[in-house]
């Protein structure tokens, strides 16, 4: 009967909190809202098709059964329960927000990827005699996603009422990479001034060609560095993991007393602030 206390606990405690989130359902969902608000932006780098509500409660939602896993797998009593709510959900929230901007980079890379060939596109469609935002619709004819969606929106934007530059210079800013912002300044000041605006974005994608084999070059040079980054976080990961697997004594402490806990949470300190350094040394963030 002892053996089943932990898990009574922790079903209590979790019934009381569904109870009081119920029960005040409009404050909190006034409170979430105010706080999702931060992944607006994200959300649309990400191109995720929800409301930031409806994120942030799934971060939450995360964040409880996360929660209630920790203390099936700890058995700890009621203060230790209580307290791994907050840091659940903490971990939980930054976790949600890890994705959406590891998303949005990768989407972001493959935007500016393709921009080279967009914009080439683009120029030659005009050179052929096409206006420049029937180029554009060749654009969201032709190419793939993220590129298609992204001009998709433009000429969305540009269809209710708003200009064409005006457009590109909210897409450059829910994409914000400077290849997107120098394409949208150009076409806003050719706007203004006149001129040959094919042969500038002719000489806007070589530009963009030559930084783009820049930056894999960097890359390249750091790839050492970066893999001898990755193995060094992960030795104490995998160090670890195979005491508590084969030194059942050891992982007890660490796993079911307060110093190991205070282990693990100083190990984890470390590995971010490692994490964090290194990336600034190598440059992994391009």
Request: aromatic letters at 8%; glycine letters at 10%; one cysteine or more.
């Amino acid at each position: 009967m002892v053996t089943f206390f932990p898990y009574a606990i922790g079903l209590s405690v979790f019934g009381v909190v569904s109870l009081l989130l119920y029960s005040f359902s409009s404050d909190v969902s006034g409170v979430i809202g105010r706080y999702s608000a931060g992944f607006q932006n994200d959300l649309i780098k990400a191109d995720l098709q929800m409301k930031p509500e409806e994120y942030m409660l799934g971060v939450v939602g995360a964040g409880v059964l996360l929660w209630v896993g920790s203390i099936l797998m700890f058995h700890g009593g009621l203060l230790m329960s209580l307290a791994f709510l907050p840091l659940c959900e903490a971990a939980s929230v930054l976790l949600g927000t890890f994705y959406l901007r590891f998303r949005g980079k990768r989407r972001l890379a493959k935007l500016v990827d393709q921009l080279e060939m967009v914009l080439r596109m683009i120029a030659s469609a005009m050179r052929v005699g096409l206006g420049f935002r029937q180029a554009i619709i060749l654009v969201t004819e032709e190419v793939q996603d993220p590129s298609r969606r992204e001009f998709m929106r433009v000429m969305g934007r540009s269809n209710i009422g708003i200009s064409l530059v005006d457009a590109l210079d909210e897409m450059a800013r829910n994409c914000p990479a400077s290849e997107l912002q120098m394409f949208a300044r150009v076409v806003r000041v050719q706007q203004s001034t006149g001129g040959d605006l094919a042969k500038v974005l002719e000489k806007l994608a070589t530009t963009i060609r030559d930084r783009r084999r820049i930056i894999r070059k960097i890359g390249a040079l750091t790839a050492q560095g970066r893999f001898g980054a990755f193995i060094i976080g992960a030795l104490p990961v995998v160090v670890g993991g195979f005491i508590v697997f084969t030194q059942k004594d050891m992982g007890s402490v660490l796993l079911n007393t307060k110093p190991g806990w205070g282990v693990l949470a100083a190990v984890a300190v470390l590995e971010g602030l490692a994490a964090y350094v290194l990336s600034r040394i190598l440059i992994l963030d391009n």
